[in-house]
């Protein structure tokens, strides 16, 4: 039998060491921890599908340079906070100073700051989940911290976008902590885009301590390239009464990984989380959420689609698991597959784990492809083919997109919509 | 302006159309009538083109274009208008969408501006009024939760907008109460024209009440078995279709009212 397949020592060296030392000292502590760390494949439960698209070779372990121009040129319409290569990057970002709100990169941090970090990096996420993650804890070279003090709302979106530019073969570590005060209100778009075309990887972490009341929205749009292997992983922390909205959008590539766990532990806590995945060529996407309701009377609303063209696969797991004290929950999952060729795979996976009796919890996944006499009606109007298709596979995601809070997000998304429609469909 | 020779149709290798013949000039109305499964609605789909029919034998052409080498969209570029049995409901495309695609893409078919939004809007409410829906609906997804009566209006909303050639108008009156008819029949009446033909595919002849016929023809297993004016749906009215001699198998579900 061959071994199972570790982690090549090649990527547990961080390069920069301009962090505080309490988080070097974390990021040390978490390195250590990895050595032998196995690799998922096919017999890991939660990369069942999605291993073999994983292909880490050691030119791509170092961490990629912190330097050089960002090519991004994406209207930002509210602040800007920009990384390149998981470092932010100071003179590209625009935001005023904000009353009741920081914003920082953990770079300049205090020792007492970065410390208080330190205890608190990675509480949100289950590790054993989200095995990973474990791999930007020991390699992150910078990082945002987001505080908001109670009652704090910040007045437009925060547009963070992270670019890699993969000049040559290499990693980045972009990551994100959110420190929500009670009856804080923001919204955060990530966006993860890239430049050049060597082989590399990208590695995110973005945790939201979302403390009572507060009311955070969170868009993530991953429009990187064919060159780029992202895995990415989302925790939230929720207390009493607050509200955590998400909106994933994602363009597939060479292996897309998004875990997203959310964890209920306040009375009354609700989350809302829409996705829409759009794959096509040989592309991969994969979406693994986990909502964990651990307190009782909470709400979790959950409606994800994949879109699969050509030979392109798509991965949807959602786990819903109901603690035993968490009486009256409600909880809603619905996830839909549309299928634009024989070629295509799409494989999704509800788990529900239930173990209070008082609760409702309802879910639904189905896999088809475009109705033909749908299209029939269409095309006896005169509507072309073309058009008609597009029309049928929009109002499959419509719902959604119109649901982004963010016009200027609803506008990137449709115009790398368009660009898949043309690529997709053709005239008859 | 049509012209059916000897069309026969299979739908899952089963033969539904046995032998079509049919002449339609501009300026006439036709209604067909008959038994429940006798292939008109067969007849109806291969008009508009509906691949999962197969033409086995014969030809159709519209004014003199062989209409079976065109696709569907094709057809109703070329003025082609089937109002469906069974409108569709498409929830996710709003009906204003839907209906200004359509337009616009007959409108580039003759070389004519597409209509923006502003311009189509009018346009579309006008006639709402028309076939008395309320422009609310355009806001809604395709038929979507649309009644019956609702539905068949639609429908005749649609022909009213892209002013096809040829309506083929597959039992639009059914399911209306006597108002709706009667704004479905105005609407119909209001498609008359000299250039235009239309056929009705009903089995009621209150329909005929209203608009008034050229010819009526009995579909029975496929095949036109009678020919007639207008008359002869009051004679089918009163008599069914038993005395026409359809054979047992071919009137299998029979309920013609
Ligand atoms: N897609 C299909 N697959 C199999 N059989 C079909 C299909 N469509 C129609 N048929 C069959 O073809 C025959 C003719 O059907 P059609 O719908 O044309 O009848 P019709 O005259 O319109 O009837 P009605 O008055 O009930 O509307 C029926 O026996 C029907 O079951
Ligand atoms: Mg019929």
């Known amino acids: 039998m061959k071994p199972a397949p570790t982690l090549s020592t090649a990527f547990l060296y961080p390069a920069g060491q301009s962090l505080p030392k309490p988080l070097l000292a974390l990021r040390k502590q978490r390195g250590t921890a990895l050595v032998d760390m ?11 599908y999605s291993s073999k698209y994983l292909k880490l070779t050691d030119d791509m372990a170092i961490s990629l340079p912190a330097e050089g121009k960002t090519g991004s040129s994406l209207a ?34 205090s020792d007492e700051e970065a410390s208080d970090l330190a205890d608190r990096l990675d509480s949100t996420l289950d590790n054993k989940a989200v095995q990973m993650a474990r791999l930007n804890s020991a390699r992150f070279e910078d990082g945002l ?20 530019t993969a000049e040559a073969s290499g990693s980045a570590f972009p990551r994100i902590f959110v420190d929500a005060g009670r009856h804080s209100q923001i919204t955060l778009v990530e966006e993860y885009i890239s430049s050049g075309s060597a082989q590399v990887m990208v590695n995110t972490v973005t945790e939201f301590n979302v403390t009572e009341g ?8 991953n429009m990187e390239g064919e060159n780029v292997q992202h895995i990415g992983s989302t925790g939230v922390v929720q207390q009493r009464s607050s509200r955590f909205e998400s909106h994933t959008v994602g363009f597939g590539g060479p292996l897309r990984r998004h875990d997203l766990q959310v964890r209920l532990e306040g009375e009354g806590a609700e989350c809302k989380l829409n996705g829409v995945v759009v794959t096509q060529g040989k592309q991969h996407y994969d979406n693994h959420t986990t909502i964990e309701h651990v307190a009782a009377h909470c709400n979790s609303e959950e409606t994800y689609r994949n879109i699969a063209a050509d030979q392109s696969h798509a991965v949807f797991n959602g786990r819903i698991h109901i603690h035993q004290d968490a009486q009256k929950s409600n909880a809603d999952m619905n996830n839909k597959n549309l299928l634009l060729s024989n070629g295509a795979e799409i494989d999704t996976k509800p788990e529900l784990e239930i173990y209070a009796d008082d609760v409702k919890c309802a879910h639904g996944a189905t896999i088809g492809q475009l109705n033909e006499i749908s299209l029939f009606y269409l095309v006896s109007r005169g509507i072309g083919r073309r058009e008609a298709n597009v029309l049928l596979t929009m109002a499959f995601i419509n719902e959604l997109v119109e649901q982004i809070p963010v016009e200027a997000v609803r506008e990137t998304v449709q115009g790398r919509l368009n660009h898949f429609f043309e690529q997709t469909f053709q005239e008859a | 302006m049509l012209s059916i020779k000897n069309l026969h149709a299979s739908v899952e290798g089963k033969e539904i159309l046995k032998g079509i013949n049919l002449e339609i000039k501009a300026g006439e109305v036709h209604a067909i009538m008959g038994p429940n499964g006798s292939g008109k609605s067969t007849l109806s789909q291969v008009l508009a083109g509906n691949e999962a029919f197969e033409v086995t034998e014969g030809e159709i052409t519209l004014n003199g274009e062989n209409l079976l080498e065109l696709e569907t969209e094709e057809r109703a570029r070329e003025g082609i208008f089937l109002a469906f049995q069974y409108p569709v409901e498409i929830p996710g495309v709003s009906n204003l ?11 580039q078919h003759k070389g004519q501006d597409e209509m923006n939004a502003a311009e189509f809007m009018k346009l579309a409410k006008e006639i709402s009024k028309q076939v008395d829906l309320d422009p609310a609906f355009l806001k809604r997804g395709v038929n979507e939760g649309f009644s019956g009566g609702e ?19 597959d ?18 009446n209001a498609l008359r024209a000299e250039d235009r033909a239309i056929l009705m ?47 047992d198998e071919e009137t299998a579900d029979s309920s013609v009212n």
């Open chain 2, 97 to 107: 969408q839907f209906l200004r695609t359509a337009v616009n893409a007959m409108r």
């Open chain 2, 201 to 247: 595919v009903t089995h009621y002849q209150r329909l005929l009440n209203h608009i008034v016929p050229d010819y009526v023809h009995v579909l029975a297993g496929g095949k036109i078995i009678k020919s007639g004016g207008r008359e002869l749906a009051l004679e089918l009215e009163e008599r069914g279709y038993g005395w026409l001699g359809i054979k």
């Open chain 1, 38 to 48: 196995p690799l998922p494949t096919r017999k890991t439960e939660n990369w069942k």
């Open chain 1, 76 to 109: 930002v319409p509210g602040y800007k906070v920009a990384f390149l290569n998981g470092v932010m990057m100071p003179e590209a970002c625009e935001y005023p100073d904000l009353d009741g709100i920081s914003i920082q990169s953990f770079s300049d941090l």
């Open chain 1, 145 to 164: 911290l987001i505080r908001l003090k109670p009652e704090a709302v910040l007045d437009q979106p925060l547009f963070i976008v992270h670019e890699v």
């Open chain 1, 214 to 221: 507060a009311n955070i929205t969170s868009i993530r749009l």
């Open chain 2, 151 to 169: 539905k068949k209006r639609n429908e005749i909303m649609q022909a009213l907008l892209l002013q096809p050639k040829l309506a083929i108008l």
């Open chain 2, 171 to 188: 039992e639009t009156d059914s399911g209306l109460d006597i108002d709706a008819l009667k704004v479905v029949s105005d609407g119909v």
